[in-house]
């Protein structure tokens, strides 16, 4: 019997001993693939984290957490996550809900009577806690100076964000309807906390969520990089030339201000596998858990599109695999975190670059694939049940996220929708070309997803409408959007002219270019110019503020319709002298029709601060 305990022994020794270096190849070949993405798209710094089926957390760091000093980013450096705040908060109202102290189907003026909300729908259809949690109340996104703001006091509170809430708070579309992503409506969620409380909603969620979780290194409390109260282990974000940026404070800051570390991101990933149990206590209300991700009431699950959001996460079908998830970015960060429950596996992390070309996505899959998430075999396809002719058309979003732009969402935003033999293709100026595969009756996949991705219903009053969960769009008539684009494109080609006829003026007849019939305009559209050095040289944070640049910004774009009629009133006294001046005449008017355009847009005159 001794020998062969011997041999049990050695083989298991051997085996355990082939186990942890075949994970320690693994690691060091996933360092090595994150450092090549990180060099491949420009991207200064990471943290991760991924757990395993067996609950065994694993970190990583790769990169630089400041490109200035070259301090290189370890597990243990700090980070910001963006919106990845919002599944946190979240989880800090489900507490509140667990306990009875919230009810998330009342409505929201039940917490915070004081508060205006202009809905249309009112009495018939209240703005609810979950619509707020589910991002379905039908509120704006956010406007700029909410976001983008040297004014904002991390220290003010909340209401400070809705100084004219009936301004603010205009509810959209029907609450409870349709997806419809809101900074502002986790900002409410932010201030129904305190109500409840009567607390700052930063110290209740440090002591009663994240302490209980374990996430000690992690908190809502506004960190920065700089200053007086700078937080050493904390990364620099950075943009795209490499440009340092501190953090600063928002006006929304209970959508994305949070500040942890890939340990506490690996805790609070663990605690979603989980059925919100901690240290023998229900923290959140085992059946909350489970509907985290999973969508119910809006028209497209209604229609049978289980792709959506709800209770601070989403369902997300990417690179061959389906998981709950939360992304996040703010200034200087972008971040994901993703757990897929049937496999007891997630990954979490943070890069201190925020950038606009980077593919990210190359991170997902290469944390996917260590991890071994197994991928959904891609649904068959069928045949549709029913005729989609009547859905084939022009789309514009209904609503956009952000209403500031709606007109250029309405432009250059739309989709449209097309026969391919029995499946449908999706084309965008923005996107690229999209076939949808039938997967049901009005359900499509997408040819990039693994599940039914859209689906095809009409609304209550008839109209057609199509949702991927997280964006409805609208069927326009093709006239109405010929209408807009053929304005567009007079009202550029008139501004072209302009300029060209302006600066020929000028060589031509310096010393009395400005009594030309055509002067009023160039100017005009010259000035348009103006503010572009003084925001170059101001704060991207002062963005949203009134600012020499931003008030310069409002009155040039206020003086282009006047220097356009100016100049048609002097071509039209001016046209039988040259028939030259009754073309600037054109050109003006042109641009002209495009200005009112932009009035009734509420995008002329262009104020930033509004």
């Known amino acids: 019997m001794l020998p062969a305990r011997k041999a049990r022994v050695a083989i298991a020794s051997m085996a355990a001993v082939l186990w942890l270096s075949t994970g320690q190849i693994a690691e060091a070949d996933l360092k090595r693939d994150i450092q090549k993405v990180l060099v491949d798209e420009g991207l200064t710094g990471i943290a991760w984290s991924l757990i395993n089926e067996s609950g065994e957390v694993s970190f990583g760091a790769a990169g630089l957490q400041d490109n200035r000093t070259g301090a290189a980013f370890t597990p243990g450096t700090r980070f910001h996550v963006g919106s990845v705040t919002k599944s946190l908060l979240a989880t800090g109202v489900l507490v509140l809900a667990t306990e009875g102290r919230i009810d998330?189907?009342?409505?929201?003026?039940?917490?915070?009577?004081?508060?205006?909300?202009?809905?249309?729908?009112?009495?018939?259809?209240?703005?609810?806690v979950r619509h707020l949690l589910d991002h379905t109340s039908g509120l704006n996104d956010a406007h700029l100076w909410q976001l983008f703001s040297e004014r904002a006091d991390p220290d003010a509170p909340l209401i400070a964000a809705f100084p004219d809430p009936t301004l603010q708070l205009r509810v959209r579309s029907e609450p409870g309807t349709r997806f419809s992503y809101s900074n502002m409506g986790y900002t409410l969620l932010g201030m129904i906390i305190e109500s409840v409380v009567g607390d700052r909603y930063e110290s209740y969620l440090d002591d009663l969520v994240l302490a209980p979780l374990g996430m000690h290194e992690s908190t809502f409390a506004f960190t920065t990089q700089e200053g007086d109260n700078a937080d050493p282990m904390l990364a620099w974000g950075h943009i795209d030339d490499g440009t340092r940026y501190p953090a600063s404070p928002v006006f929304l800051r209970p959508a994305g201000q949070f500040t942890t570390t890939a340990v506490g991101l690996a805790r609070y990933a663990t605690f979603l596998l989980g059925d919100g149990v901690v240290d023998g206590?229900?923290?959140?209300?085992?059946?909350?858990?489970?509907?985290?991700?999973?969508?119910?009431?809006?028209?497209a699950a209604n229609a049978g599109l289980i792709a959506g959001y709800a209770l601070g996460m989403g369902r997300?079908?990417?690179?061959?695999?389906?998981?709950?998830?939360h992304g996040g970015n703010v200034v200087g960060f972008v971040a994901m975190l993703c757990i897929f429950p049937d496999e007891h596996k997630a990954f979490a992390y943070s890069v201190n670059t925020d950038s606009e070309t980077a593919d990210y996505g190359r991170i997902d899959r290469l944390f996917i694939d260590a991890l071994g998430?197994?991928?959904?075999?891609?649904?068959?396809?069928?045949?549709?049940?029913?005729?989609?002719?009547?859905?084939?058309?022009?789309?514009?979003?209904?609503?956009?996220?952000?209403?500031?732009?709606?007109?250029?969402?309405?432009?250059?935003?739309?989709?449209?929708?097309?026969?391919?033999?029995?499946?449908?293709?999706?084309?965008?100026?923005?996107?690229?070309?999209?076939?949808?595969?039938?997967?049901?009756?009005?359900?499509?996949?997408?040819?990039?997803?693994?599940?039914?991705?859209?689906?095809?219903?009409?609304?209550?009053?008839?109209?057609?409408?199509?949702?991927?969960?997280?964006?409805?769009?609208?069927?326009?008539?093709?006239?109405?959007?010929?209408?807009?684009?053929?304005?567009?494109?007079?009202?550029?080609?008139g501004l072209v002219w302009i300029l060209i006829a302006g600066t020929i003026s000028l060589v031509r007849w310096r010393p009395g270019v400005f009594r030309r019939p055509v002067?009023?305009?160039?100017?005009?559209?010259?000035?348009?110019?103006?503010?572009?050095?003084?925001?170059?040289?101001?704060?991207?944070?002062?963005?949203?503020?009134?600012?020499?640049?931003?008030a310069m910004l409002a009155t040039v774009t206020l003086l282009l319709p006047i220097g356009m009629f100016l100049t048609i009133l002097r071509a039209w006294k001016a046209w039988r002298a040259s028939r030259l001046n009754l073309i600037h005449g054109v050109a003006a008017a042109l641009v002209l029709q495009w200005c009112a355009v932009l009035v009734a847009a509420s995008m002329l005159p262009l104020r930033l601060w509004g």
């Open 316 to 325: 997300r079908d990417r690179h061959g695999v389906v998981g709950y998830c």
């Open 373 to 493: 998430i197994a991928e959904v075999p891609m649904p068959p396809t069928k045949h549709p049940v029913s005729d989609m002719s009547g859905w084939h058309g022009q789309y514009v979003l209904s609503p956009n996220r952000f209403q500031m732009f709606e007109y250029i969402d309405t432009v250059f935003g739309t989709i449209r929708i097309s026969a391919d033999g029995s499946s449908l293709t999706m084309a965008s100026l923005l996107a690229e070309t999209r076939s949808l595969r039938p997967a049901g009756d009005r359900l499509y996949s997408a040819n990039d997803r693994s599940t039914p991705s859209h689906v095809f219903y009409r609304g209550k009053g008839g109209e057609y409408l199509l949702s991927d969960g997280f964006q409805t769009f609208k069927k326009v008539p093709t006239a109405y959007l010929i209408t807009h684009w053929t304005s567009l494109l007079m009202g550029l080609a």
């Open 104 to 128: 998330l189907d009342a409505p929201v003026l039940r917490y915070l009577p004081r508060l205006s909300v202009d809905n249309p729908w009112a009495g018939s259809s209240d703005v609810t």
């Open 281 to 299: 206590r229900a923290l959140v209300d085992e059946a909350l858990m489970r509907s985290r991700g999973k969508a119910s009431g809006t028209e």
């Open 519 to 550: 002067a009023p305009a160039f100017v005009a559209a010259v000035l348009l110019f103006a503010p572009l050095p003084f925001f170059l040289t101001q704060s991207f944070m002062a963005l949203g503020d009134f600012t020499f640049a931003s």
